[in-house]
């Protein structure tokens, strides 16, 4: 845990502070992993979906086993404002879904991942335990907490469609109805002997670059295990405004696929937010 966060279900003290029971998660790594006493200090944040805020909190330990977590006011931040990502995942393999909810909610971008049934899915992964929030949720928790991010995360479970539609993503919100919202779509495809997609990166810097007046934002569609069809692709691409890209000229697994896309997709947002931020700075230096 990078951040020990604090939920916004979870009551304060008059004086602000956090108790920790002595069976919670975070107690113990407090104790047993950071080998913190009563005086010291830990990092904690407050999830908020307008972002949350940071600040170092003072350690007591408690009678009963547990802590109390005494924020420092004068240490308390505002986390920033991010670009976003929302991940369309079509089921995967159980195993490899568990894996990855802690790495996919560690990126500080993802706000939302949506899991949808592939033409391709095997129909018991649906099934899977994998997606139900009592399992899925403390992994996210702390996938958050590795990430250092207190931006909560959204996940939408979508299997009731048996086939990816318009209508569907439309209904989920995810299908392009103007040219210009400034949101790169990106449908992951390692293309064929006669075409090759575009790498990720190119796709954002394009899509992304260009709009300085809201935060910019991807959402990045990767397929199950034997991968998406072509109706499938055609689907995406060419009735809800995604467009084609690829990680590389290697077959990847999912899990791969997931984590290495996230990750260009992450830095390429940034590149565009940084340049934005940059110019912004210079009109104001030039403005008389």
Not at 50 to 68: D, E, F, P
Not at 167 to 179: A, D, F, I, Q, T
Request: glycine share 8%.
């Amino acid at each position: 845990m990078n951040l020990i966060l604090i939920k916004p279900t979870e009551s304060l003290t008059d004086t602000g502070a956090v108790d920790l029971e002595p069976n919670d998660d975070r107690t113990k790594h407090i104790i047993e992993h950071l080998n913190k006493k009563t005086g010291d200090t830990v990092s904690i944040g407050f999830v908020c979906p307008l972002g949350g805020r940071k600040c170092k909190a003072s350690v007591l330990h408690r009678q009963n086993g547990g802590l109390r977590l005494v924020p420092k006011p004068k240490t308390m931040i505002q986390s920033p404002k991010e670009p976003e990502i929302t991940l369309v995942l079509a089921v995967p393999f159980p195993a490899r879904l568990k894996y990855l909810w802690p790495v996919i909610t560690s990126f500080s971008a993802v706000t939302r991942v949506v899991i949808v049934k592939g033409k391709l899915s095997n129909p018991e992964f649906c099934e899977s335990k994998a997606l139900q929030p009592s399992v899925y949720e403390p992994m996210i928790e702390k996938g958050m907490s590795q990430g250092g991010r207190t931006r909560p995360v959204k996940v939408d479970i979508c299997l009731e469609d048996d086939s990816i539609s318009r209508k569907s993503l439309e209904r989920l919100g995810l299908v392009c109805n103007s040219n210009t919202d400034g949101v790169a779509r990106i449908f992951l495809d390692c293309g064929d002997e006669c075409k090759t997609p575009p790498p990720a990166r190119d796709i954002v810097l394009e899509q992304c670059g260009k709009i300085d007046s809201k935060m910019p934002s991807a959402i990045v569609a990767v397929g199950p295990e034997r991968g998406w069809t072509d109706e499938e692709a055609k689907i995406f691409v060419e009735e809800c405004g995604f467009q084609a890209a690829m990680l590389g000229s290697s077959i990847l697994r999912v899990d791969t696929a997931v984590v290495s896309g996230l990750g260009i997709v992450s830095a390429a947002l940034d590149e565009c937010q940084n340049e934005s931020d940059r110019e912004y700075k210079r009109k104001r230096t030039n403005s008389p």
